[in-house]
């Protein structure tokens, strides 16, 4: 049972649009969250391609771990949670030798089709369960050979995002097995590199390095980071793709699916093997690594990113900001189902106008061209809403199970409107409550692996015992 003492952990979370450092304190069973820094995560274009600003995000984690030391907390231990595909290349000295591009840049564009040519998406399906999307790693690296470009030739090590941060906070090279599992080149059975794609694929097998499992300890910080004024500091590997650690905060039940709502919406199931049937291929559904030896049986779906380029946009025009108390009221004064998109549209991508992406897209489709504030925002909810339906009967097709409940997570939890779109789309039950689900995830995890609660188990019932939950029931 729980120590009555105090567990302190530092959880990095990296999202596509910002980032934070959360201390999370344990005590008496229950856990409280402390938000110590929170930094913006903005891609730079350079050129012709999309960059993460690798450095700043680096000097930021720093801060954080010296926001949380000044803060007075005696941090047992930190760990890193980042988005999934991206990477950065390492030369043979260990240095980082470009800053890594962002996956909406348009590099890969074409590249599936290219090598779909060498290896099918079937053949590749089978193997590594992975939904084809031309974001996933294999595509981001195959445009590096398919350029001719001279960085991947004098490349040593490729390490995704949260490994690659790892490393220089603690000098270990590792790929850690939840984000690993994103480059669609991880063998969903085995949860190892898959050996016959780098036959067949024009890739090193030595840029990658050995899969280490959640849930064990990485190393202690670097002595330059020690010198700056920071404990020695244990660092864990956890969940590092940053649903596998919000999935893994969920009291799931049997009989419940999972929806984490942010710029992404990821709806599926945790399961104890994968499902690598044509029928789930088709489907468009995907096998990641969970924590707890799961896989996360799910469908990538765009999500907010539609709501929230709007947002920027209109920000960016009238130079004000707007709530989304604001925006979700002028939702509601809107008419019902006027008009409705595919948010995994490639015209939503990345546009450079997401009003004029919509309206174009109502327009093609023969549908009312929302005008108003308020009509653009219902649009995207109610769209969203339906897709979820949608993905949903097609879950219950390839599993065969019946799912009568739907637990959300992440920021788009808090969408009160939203939630009940989806309770009434899906005419299921649904469950919010835990919006930090990340950084919950990602320090229960760190208090299992040095010992301080006893599994997994332990830590979902101490977050029942600090969170109140809300359900929303279809009307």
Not at 171 to 200: C, D, H, M, P, V
Not at 275 to 280: C, K, Q, V, Y
Request: a negative charge; charged letters at 20%.
């Amino acid at each position: 049972m729980y120590e009555f003492t105090t567990m302190e952990y530092l959880a990095i979370d990296l999202g596509a649009g910002s980032g934070r450092a959360i201390v999370g304190s344990i005590e008496n069973g229950q856990i409280h969250l402390d938000e110590v820094h929170r930094f913006s995560n903005k891609p730079v274009k350079l050129g012709n391609t999309l960059y993460w600003n690798f450095l700043s995000l680096y000097e930021n984690i720093l801060q954080g771990i010296h926001a949380a030391v000044k803060k007075g907390y005696q941090l047992q231990g930190l760990a890193i949670d980042t988005w999934g595909v991206d990477f950065g290349l390492l030369d043979r000295q260990g240095n980082l030798m470009s800053n890594p591009v962002c996956y909406r840049d348009i590099r890969t564009n074409g590249m599936s089709e290219k090598v779909d040519h060498l290896i099918s998406n079937a053949e590749m399906y089978a193997c590594t369960g992975i939904q084809q999307l031309e974001i996933n790693s294999i595509y981001q690296i195959y445009s590096y050979i398919d350029e001719i470009d001279e960085l991947i030739d004098i490349s040593d090590k490729l390490l995704f995002i949260p490994d690659l941060i790892n490393y220089f906070l603690t000098g270990q090279l590792f790929n850690e097995y939840t984000i690993a599992s994103t480059s669609q080149l991880l063998n969903a059975r085995t949860q190892q590199w898959e050996e016959s794609l780098f036959k067949i694929l024009p890739f090193s097998k030595q840029w990658m390095s050995p899969i280490r499992q959640p849930g064990s300890v990485v190393g202690t910080l670097k002595k330059e980071i020690i010198e700056t004024g920071i404990p020695e500091i244990k660092v864990f590997a956890v969940g590092s793709h940053d649903t596998a650690s919000a999935i893994g905060a969920i009291p799931l039940e049997p009989d419940m699916a999972f929806l984490s709502s942010g710029t992404w919406s990821l709806l599926g199931l945790a399961l104890d093997a994968p499902i690598l049937t044509e029928e789930a291929r088709l489907n468009d559904f995907t096998n990641e690594g969970g924590i707890d030896n799961k896989i996360l049986f799910m469908r990538n779906i765009t999500g907010l990113w539609l709501l929230q380029q709007l947002i920027v946009e209109w920000e960016r025009e009238e130079d004000a900001p707007y709530s989304y108390d604001y925006l979700l009221a002028e939702c509601m004064k809107a008419s019902a189902f006027r008009s409705i998109i595919d948010s995994d549209d490639p015209g939503f991508k990345n546009p450079v106008s997401m009003c004029r992406a919509i309206r174009g897209y109502c327009r093609d489709n023969g549908q009312p061209v929302p005008k108003t504030k308020g009509e653009l925002v219902r649009c995207v909810l109610e769209s969203l809403a339906l897709k979820y339906h949608s993905v949903m009967e097609q879950l219950k097709a390839c599993t065969g199970k019946k799912i009568n409940t739907l637990f959300i997570v992440g920021g788009g939890s808090r969408n009160q409107v939203l939630n009940q779109f989806i309770a009434n789309a899906l005419q299921m039950k649904v469950i919010v409550g835990i919006t930090e689900a990340t950084a919950l995830g990602n320090i229960i995890q760190q208090a299992v692996a040095n010992k301080q609660i006893a599994n997994l188990a332990e830590g979902r019932q101490i977050i029942k015992n600090s969170f109140t939950f809300v359900v929303y029931q279809p009307e």
